[in-house]
């Protein structure tokens, strides 16, 4: 029997601390799901369908990662799934205390689910989807910060006048 995960989140962008998790977590489980998040509450950067194509290129040929989308409620996309494991990164302490009441909550609307933490690399711990998109607006260098393709449709964006590279 194989081992599936989803590994949600908002992807907005995609971020090599992201691509570092998704290596990391294919050790542990047989395949992924890489699930972006839509939050109402939030205006993205990237649109779902944007968000999805730049991950689907960026694990481009890995028959072991699906990329998808999903509305509403975690443990809701989980059970219509049929997968009941979800997992999650940590970066740094801050991270914690989110991620511990977002579990709990979680675990409190579907008994059967859990999280699996893993941590960051030092490399990429002080990577975030929302400081790169900061960084990458005022035109800094955040080439070793996402996948090639991330960072051409940043560039794409944030118009060409701003060099990122
Ligand atoms: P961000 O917080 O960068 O906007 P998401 O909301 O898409 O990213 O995060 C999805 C999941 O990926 C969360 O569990 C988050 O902790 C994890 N994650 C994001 N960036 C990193 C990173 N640099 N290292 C480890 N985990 C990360």
Do not use: C, W
Request: glycine share 8%; charged share 25%; net charge neutral.
């Amino acid at each position: 029997m194989s081992r599936i995960a989803i590994y949600p989140g908002s992807f907005d962008p995609l971020t090599n601390g992201h691509m570092s998790l998704i290596h990391r977590g294919l050790k542990i489980f047989d395949g992924l799901v890489v699930a972006v998040a839509n939050n109402p509450d939030k205006t993205p950067l990237f649109s779902i369908q944007e968000r999805k194509q730049l991950i689907a290129d960026a694990v481009a040929g890995d028959a072991r990662v699906e990329v998808d989308s999903f509305d509403g409620l975690l443990v809701d996309y989980a059970k219509k799934r049929g997968v009941h494991t979800v997992l999650r990164g940590l970066r740094a302490v801050s991270d914690f205390e989110f991620e511990f009441q977002l579990a709990n909550m979680n675990r409190k609307l579907d008994p059967q689910f859990d999280s699996i933490f893993v941590m960051t690399g030092e490399d990429y711990f002080y990577v975030s989807a929302r400081l790169v998109r900061e960084v990458a607006r005022f035109g800094g260098d955040v080439s070793d910060l996402v996948p090639g393709n991330v960072l051409e449709a940043l560039l794409r964006k944030y118009g060409q006048s701003k060099r990122i590279s």
